[in-house]
Nanobody
Framework: QVQLVESGGGLVQPGGSLRLSCAASGSIFSGYDMGWFRQSPGKERELVAAIDSSRTWYLDSVKGRFTISRDYAKSTVYLQMSELNPKDTALYLC??????????????????WGQGTQVTVSS
C-alpha cells in the first residue's frame, strides 16, 4: 500500500498557475503508475493526467496547459498547471494505480488515494 499526501492547491486568478505535489510513502513508489484526478460537486471523478515510467496521458481539456512529472528520488509526483480557468476548479486527488484490467482513465484502476487538495480559480 502507498500513502499519498497532496499539497500546493489554493486560490488563483484565471490565467494563473499552480504546481501540485503528491508525496508518496510506503510501498515501492517506482513500481506504480500514478494519476492526478479531480472532482467537483455533482460531477464524476475524472483523470486529469497519468504517468508511468516514461509516458504521460492527459484529459483533452488540459492538454498543453498541464504537465505531470515524477521525481523518483523524492517519491513525489507533480502536476504543473498553467492557464487555469474557472472550469479547472475542483478537488485534485493523487492516486496510485493498483489494477491493470481496464482503462487508466477509470478511477477503479486506482487503489490508493490521497485526501486531495482544493484548487479554486476565481477572480
Amino acid at each position: 500500500q502507498v500513502q499519498l499526501v497532496e499539497s500546493g492547491g489554493g486560490l488563483v486568478q484565471p490565467g494563473g498557475s499552480l504546481r501540485l505535489s503528491c508525496a508518496a510513502s510506503g510501498s515501492i513508489f517506482s513500481g506504480y503508475d500514478m494519476g492526478w484526478f479531480r472532482q467537483s460537486p455533482g460531477k464524476e471523478r475524472e483523470l486529469v493526467a497519468a504517468i508511468d515510467s516514461s509516458r504521460t496521458w492527459y484529459l483533452d481539456s488540459v492538454k498543453g496547459r498541464f504537465t505531470i512529472s515524477r521525481d523518483y528520488a523524492k517519491s513525489t509526483v507533480y502536476l504543473q498547471m498553467s492557464e487555469l480557468n474557472p472550469k479547472d476548479t475542483a478537488l485534485y486527488l493523487c492516486a496510485c494505480r493498483t489494477s491493470y484490467r481496464a482503462s487508466r482513465f477509470n478511477p477503479s484502476e486506482y487503489g490508493d488515494w490521497g485526501q486531495g487538495t482544493q484548487v479554486t480559480v476565481s477572480s
